[in-house]
């Protein structure tokens, strides 16, 4: 498959807690991305990891990478009911392969 | 952050026609584009990658005489569905970067083949 695996594959939370997505891949990558997707739209690109970081910070976002593992993670933080939406990672090597994907629902 | 428009957003057409697609890149040149395919509550499946002025690579399963891709220069390519049927009805969003950097998306085409 050319999909990586994301867990779980739908989170709900009420909001103000923390979320946190799991990603896990098979091949090589350079670097590592995650997507916000909400429903029936375009993609938002929200952070880009490479292979040689282990973790990266952008504002409520924080997201880990282990090469060794082959495997990423994403927490949000403090979650708004506006931070509802799907996430992919997307793992770059030459091609750019997306996960399955979580479905995250934040409860007001 | 880098432009990517797609163009339509939204296309009904008749079973046996053909639509285009187009993806732009419009402040950046893009030398890969990338083309995926998404069905409802899914992930994306990349169908092809294009680097301009050579041929597309297709994944396996994809069939390349059915969904045509262009890439004729550094901000534009182009994705036509061939005598489209109902089952080619999916949501099509391109991608595009310069070298390793990361890439930027379109809005993506709603198709829908009646």
């Known amino acids: 498959s050319q999909q990586g695996e994301e867990d779980p594959q739908a989170l709900s939370i009420q909001e103000g807690e923390n979320a946190t997505m799991n990603c896990s891949y098979k091949t090589s990558i350079n670097n590592l991305q995650w997507y916000r997707q909400n429903s029936g739209r375009g993609l938002v690109h929200l952070i880009l990891i490479r292979s040689n970081e282990r973790e990266k910070h952008s504002g409520r976002l924080r997201v880990t990478l282990d090469t060794s593992k082959k495997s990423s993670s994403l927490l949000i933080t403090a979650s708004r009911a506006a931070d509802t939406a799907s996430y992919f990672c997307a793992t770059d090597g030459n091609n750019l392969f997306f996960g399955t994907g979580t479905r995250l629902t934040v409860i007001p | 952050g880098a432009v990517v428009s797609q163009h339509p957003s939204r296309v009904i057409c008749k079973s046996g026609t053909s639509v285009k697609i187009e993806c732009r890149s419009l402040?950046?040149?893009?030398?890969?584009m990338f083309w995926y395919r998404q069905f409802p509550k899914q992930s994306l499946m990349l169908m092809a990658t294009?680097?301009?002025?050579?041929?597309?690579?297709?994944e396996q399963g994809v069939e390349k005489d059915k969904f045509l891709i262009n890439h004729a220069s550094l901000t534009l390519s182009t994705l036509t569905v061939t005598s489209a049927h109902p089952e080619d009805s999916s949501f099509y969003i391109c991608s595009a970067r310069w070298g390793n950097t990361e890439a930027f998306f379109g809005q993506g085409t709603r198709l829908t083949v009646v």
């Open positions: 294009s680097n301009e002025g050579s041929k597309a690579t297709y």
């Open positions: 402040d950046f040149q893009a030398t890969t």
